[in-house]
Structures are given as C-alpha cells and as structure tokens.
C-alpha cells in the first residue's frame, strides 16, 4: 500500500457485526447529567451517543480474534491458550519469561510489591495515574521527567513523549534509583510517541549504572508507526522489527493487553529475569490465580494472541494514524484548540486555551467536556484540575476505541465542536459540591457555579 495516496480515510475494516448507538434529545441529556451531578464519568452508556471516555478494552475484536475464542483452552494450569500465547509474546518482544494478568493495573502492582521499596525513586517520561498509585502505595516516590515541549500544546515536535535526558543524568548523579520506565505513548502527555532515540539512550544510561529499565508499554504498536513514519532510518523497517528494537532496549514491560492488545479486558508483566519472574508468579497468585491463566479465561488469552499481531498491521496503523489526524484537524478548523501534533489514541482539546475566561480551579476542562455532551451526546474526559489537582494544562481527552468508529462518526463529533466552540467565550465556571480525597475526579459531585 505505499503508493495508497488518497485524501479519504477510509477504514482498513467492513463490518459484519453491529451495534445500535444511542440517541438522546437535548432535554434528555440534560436531564441524564444533572441525575449524574454534572459529572459524566456517572452518566449510563445508554445515554451516550458517541462514547470517547477511554480507549481501554473498547476496541472491536477482529473476525479472527472471535474465532479463536472458541478455541479456547480453560484447563486450569498450563492450558494450550496459555503457550499460544507466550510464544506470541515471546516472538513480539523477545522477554522470555510472559505472566498474563487480568489489566495493565495489576502488573503494576505485581512489580511494584516484589521491586520497590519505601523511599525508592521512580522516574518515568509521565506515570499514568495507576502507574503512579501503585509505585507511592508501595511507599516510593514517582518522578516524571518528560521533555519541556511536553507542556507546550503548540509544540508541533514529532516526540513529546521521550523523557528528559538531562533530567534522567541529573536524577542518577543525585542518588540511587529504583527503576526508570517510559510509558509508550505518552497518555498523561497527550499521547505522545518516545523516538527509538530516547528509548535506546535511556536503556544505555540504565545499563551503565546497573539500573532495572521498564517499558509500559500499552500502546506499543501506536509507538512503533510512530517511529516508523516520523524518525529518520526507520522508514524500511517493519513493524515487528521495530517493536522488537523498543522492548529489546528494556529488561521488562507491563501492558494493558486492552490497547493494543486490542481485547475487552487483559495485560500483561514480562520480564528477562528468571528469579524475578518467579516472585512475579507467586505475588500474582494472590490475585490474578494461576501463572498461566493470570485472572483471564483460556478464550481470552486466545484472542489476546492474535490481537497483539493484527496491533502490528500497517494498513491498520496508518489508518489510526491518519484518523487522529483529520480528527484533531476538523477541530482546529471549527475553532477548538487541541494538543499538537495528533497523538495515537486520543485527540487532547485545550480547553485552557478555548475557555481564557476561566482560571483553572473554575474547571475549563469540565465546562468543555459537559458542554460536547449537552450538544450531542458526546462523551470524554477530563485531564485536567479534577483529575490532577494542581495540573498546569487544562485538557479534554477524546479517545478514539480502535476499529469501532467511522469517518461519519468523527464528523459528527467535529460538528458538535463547532457549536461547542461557538457557546465557548460565554462558558461558566463549575465548582466541586462534593468529593473523595483521591481519585475524585471518578465520583465527585459537581456544579455549575
Ligand atoms: N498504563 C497506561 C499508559 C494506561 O493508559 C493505562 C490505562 C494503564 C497503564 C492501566 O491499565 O486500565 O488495564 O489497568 N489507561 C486507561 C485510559 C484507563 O483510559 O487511558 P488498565
């Protein structure tokens, strides 16, 4: 498909299965969100038109993952499903020794119990929220170093992912340090990619201190198209030899299998280490059960197995990446001001930036999110004050489920930016009625203010 040079996106899928969307009228909505306390993370699906919450086993599964649930072998130790999928890992990643767990959370906490101690220190590009839970709770500190442009939404730099060299020495030169990860793509920093660069000069740093270096890596195959359409010397290579380089750069990775993977639930903790994966193993039985089931169902592991390959397929990942593209573009173009360049999964509205009128504890980010979904039914998520008190931007996340969505419908969601961006300059403030001291952002009440 090199010579594909068409202005359509068109989806690299037909679709033999359906789902109806819901349709609400406008007093409906309204109704459904005040039932919800302004807050939309409490609205019902059932209520919501087009639903860009999460990315995160959301996607459709391929024809060829549904036939392999059948196939599914729900023996409880050492089940055939099991060894289909340690040798597809194997083969993606090279890491020798693959636990399935039940979600990319529970991996974290897995490596977090058995590799970290209180007072250690953890420095990533930027932990996402879960990441960052389990290294405090395990009583270490959690050190984001992403690179300044990172902060910067206008910065149209291709990796806004990759961590801060000067930072990571600067960080080793003060003291011991307990492990260094990069999240692949960058989800807190707007779905950022990390060059093979970055990722080959950390593991060289790591290396040379004797310093464990991790890969979160749940949207790598996303990461990889990056590498190979942005970073100079990549375009020949394929994907599978690109994604090998990035892993064979770590000494281990956790993944939420429900990115990439492109499964409803799933994840995944690997490692080079025989002795560590043993203690990975009996921690895991605590919670996840079995080494080779891992919280999951034989089926699950099946369609996991192939679902990690078709992550990998070209015509899929230019489509994604195109998608996001004419995606974060339709926006600008109405008037909505968004996080440069398109990322991988999600288009980050700035909703500091669209709303000048309000300062950051008035929740912009709020008054945006709420207000796509009064106009048509729109559903994100706030990544901003709620969600990380103190946060410098101020965005919406519009994550995109893989394969589910069509150009129509990213049409549709541009056109309710339009009328979003036109209500903007008269958007009012929301205050915090009523929430929890961590995590708020899931539960709190809200209102206008
Ligand atoms: N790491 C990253 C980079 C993630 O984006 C997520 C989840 C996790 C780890 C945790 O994985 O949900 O399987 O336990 N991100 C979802 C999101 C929830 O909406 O971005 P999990």
């Known amino acids: 498909m090199d010579d594909w040079n068409f202005r359509?996106?068109?989806?690299?899928?037909?679709?033999?299965?359906?789902?109806?969307?819901?349709?609400?009228?406008?007093?409906?909505?309204?109704a459904a969100l005040e039932r919800a306390e302004h807050n939309l993370f409490k609205v019902p699906a059932r209520d919501?038109?087009?639903?860009?919450?999460?990315?995160?086993?959301?996607?459709?599964?391929?024809?060829n993952q549904w036939a392999a649930l059948m196939l599914g072998d729900e023996s409880y130790a050492g089940s055939r499903s099991f060894l289909k999928l340690e040798e597809t890992v194997q083969e993606i990643t090279g890491m020798p020794y693959v636990l399935p767990v039940h979600q990319g959370r529970a991996a974290e906490r897995i490596l977090?119990?058995?590799?970290?101690?209180?007072?250690?220190?953890?420095?990533?590009n930027t932990h996402f929220d879960t990441t960052r839970a389990h290294v405090e709770h395990a009583g270490a500190s959690a050190i984001d170093i992403p690179v300044a442009a990172a902060h910067v939404p206008s910065d149209t730099s291709p990796f806004k992912g990759d961590m801060d060299l000067a930072a990571l020495d600067a960080a080793l030169e003060e003291g011991?340090?307990?492990?260094?990860?990069?999240?692949?793509?960058?989800?807190?920093?707007?779905?950022?990619?990390?060059?093979?660069?970055?990722i080959e000069a950390v593991s060289a740093r790591c290396r040379a201190r004797g310093v464990p270096f991790w890969l979160d890596a749940a949207r790598y195959a996303e990461n990889a198209w990056f590498i190979h359409s942005r970073e100079a010397g990549f375009e020949d290579m394929s994907l599978p030899a690109i994604?090998?380089?990035?892993?064979?750069?770590a000494d281990g990775f956790t993944m939420s299998a429900k990115k990439d993977g492109i499964v409803n639930i799933g994840g995944l903790l690997c490692t080079r280490d025989k002795g560590q994966y043993d203690l990975f193993a009996v921690e895991g039985i605590l919670s996840e059960g079995f080494p080779t089931y891992g919280g999951l169902a034989g089926r699950d592991l099946e369609a996991l197995a192939v679902g990690l390959r078709e992550a990998l397929d070209p015509d899929y990942l230019r489509y994604r990446e195109r998608s996001m593209a004419y995606f974060a573009r339709g926006l600008m173009q109405v008037g909505i001001p968004v996080v440069q360049p398109a990322g991988g999964h999600a288009v980050y509205i700035d909703?500091?930036?669209l709303?000048?009128?309000?300062?950051?504890?008035q929740f912009p980010g709020i008054a945006v999110l709420n207000a796509l979904y009064l106009h048509g039914g729109v559903r994100g998520v706030e990544v901003g004050e709620l969600m990380f008190p103190g946060a410098t931007l101020q965005l919406v996340r519009l994550a995109v489920p893989r394969r589910v969505y069509t150009q129509a419908h990213i049409d549709y969601v541009i056109e309710v930016g339009e009328r979003v961006a036109k209500q903007a300059p008269e958007m009012g403030p929301y205050r915090i009625v009523e929430a929890p001291p961590v995590l708020r952002h899931f539960s709190a009440s809200l209102a206008p203010a």
């Open 243 to 249: 994604a090998r380089r990035m892993f064979d750069a």
């Open 351 to 353: 909703a500091g930036a």
């Open 112 to 124: 977090a119990t058995v590799s970290l101690n209180p007072g250690d220190r953890v420095l990533n």
């Open 8 to 30: 359509t996106v068109i989806e690299p899928f037909r679709m033999k299965m359906v789902e109806a969307i819901p349709f609400r009228t406008a007093a409906q909505r309204l």
């Open 355 to 361: 709303c000048p009128q309000l300062r950051s504890d």
């Open 176 to 198: 011991p340090v307990a492990m260094v990860m990069l999240t692949l793509t960058n989800n807190a920093a707007g779905g950022q990619p990390v060059s093979m660069a970055n």
């Open 48 to 63: 919501v038109t087009i639903d860009l919450l999460t990315d995160s086993g959301t996607g459709a599964m391929s024809a």
